[in-house]
């Protein structure tokens, strides 16, 4: 049977880099007063694995998005939002039953978030594995993914199900755990589903404030030994201002530091920095496990730009990069 499998994933053509499966919503951003007192919410898209898909998408990469919003202004806001930023979106279901998802952020001084979600049988929940395109699966050359869409069925079974579908098809397994305490019943059932989907994952990249929740350690390095000894092929630790950590089997612990800019909003940053990690390793075509320590920094160097212009800019998706704006906003922080 693994025979079979491999030999169909030889014989299917990868014409998308990346697919991202999982939840996409609506980021109601804090943007202040009215002239009344009032406060005034911006509405930007949102959602992790939206925003890697389309911070890859803006970078010139090949992407597309599974997930399910509301047949509602919401949902073809989303739709729109995720198509006007070069993702195919095929794989977005509307359905008329279930709004969509709404979270509500408030950002403090340094741009670093609240959240408080509208999500109690939000549409992204109900995505089911019978509305998943089989195409995008076999065609991909990585499938990523997070934990929020482990939280509620029937979107669990569906994600998992196309785990296992992607992995058939050849595909690059990534993975970002994200924790929001607000939508898990417990702290242990976000570090229980964690751990379930790192047994899959060939790529994986954790914020430093959910590392020690997910691996028990404090020190970025030892978390990526943990990571890596569950099977990660290459695996990050971000630490926001400060850079990122990466590490891997042949290149050892790399470390970058971070670019400097003015934080106006932290949302989708880490999304940012991975899909533009993502995008400089299938760029260089370099295999993870060959990649060594001259890569790997390559690869951070590059991520760590992408982060940081979005945390420059206001927004997940609408403050992604193209290539010319990263190469502008580079050459004006050196």
């Not at 991909?140 to 669990?156: K, S, Y």
């Not at 997910?214 to 990526?224: H, L, S």
């Not at 099977?231 to 050892?252: E, M, N, W």
Request: with cysteine; net charge negative.
């Amino acid at each position: 049977m693994r025979e079979d499998l491999k030999k169909l994933s030889n014989n299917v053509q990868k014409t998308l880099n990346i697919t991202a499966i999982g939840e996409i919503l609506i980021d109601f951003t804090d943007c202040g007063r009215s002239q009344y007192g009032s406060r005034l919410f911006s509405q930007n898209p949102g959602g992790a694995p939206g925003n890697v898909a389309a911070a890859a998408a803006r970078l010139g990469l090949k992407s597309a998005f599974i997930g399910k919003v509301g047949d509602d202004m919401h949902g073809e806001f989303l739709r729109a939002s995720l198509a006007g930023a070069g993702v195919d979106t095929s794989g977005i279901v509307k359905d008329k039953n279930y709004f969509t998802t709404l979270a509500f952020v408030q950002l403090d001084e340094d741009g670093e978030r609240s959240f408080s979600f509208a999500r109690k049988h939000g549409a992204d929940t109900q995505l089911r594995f019978d509305e998943i395109p089989d195409r995008l699966l076999s065609k991909t050359q990585v499938l990523h993914f997070g934990t929020i869409a482990m939280t509620d069925e029937p979107e669990r079974t569906a994600q998992l199900k196309s785990i296992d579908r992607a992995r058939s098809f050849g595909a690059l397994l990534s993975f970002d755990p994200n924790y929001r305490d607000t939508l898990w019943g417990s702290a242990g059932q976000f570090v229980r589903s964690t751990r379930e989907l790192l047994n899959a994952a060939d790529l994986v990249k954790i914020s430093e404030e959910e590392m020690e929740l997910v691996t028990g350690e404090t020190d970025p390095g030892r978390a990526i030994e943990y990571l890596l000894g569950r099977g990660a092929r290459i695996a990050a630790v971000t630490l926001g201002k400060r850079g990122a950590i990466a590490g891997s089997r042949t290149a050892g612990l790399v470390y970058r530091e971070g670019r400097k800019c003015k934080p106006l909003d932290a949302t989708g940053a880490g999304d940012a920095f991975w899909g533009g990690f993502l995008s400089a390793m299938l760029t260089s075509g370099t295999e993870p496990e060959r990649a060594g320590e001259h890569e790997l920094g390559g690869w951070l160097d590059f991520a760590n730009g992408v982060g940081a212009y979005c945390t420059a800019h206001f927004g997940g998706i609408s403050g992604m990069p193209t290539r010319q704006q990263l190469e502008a906003f580079l050459e004006s922080t050196e």
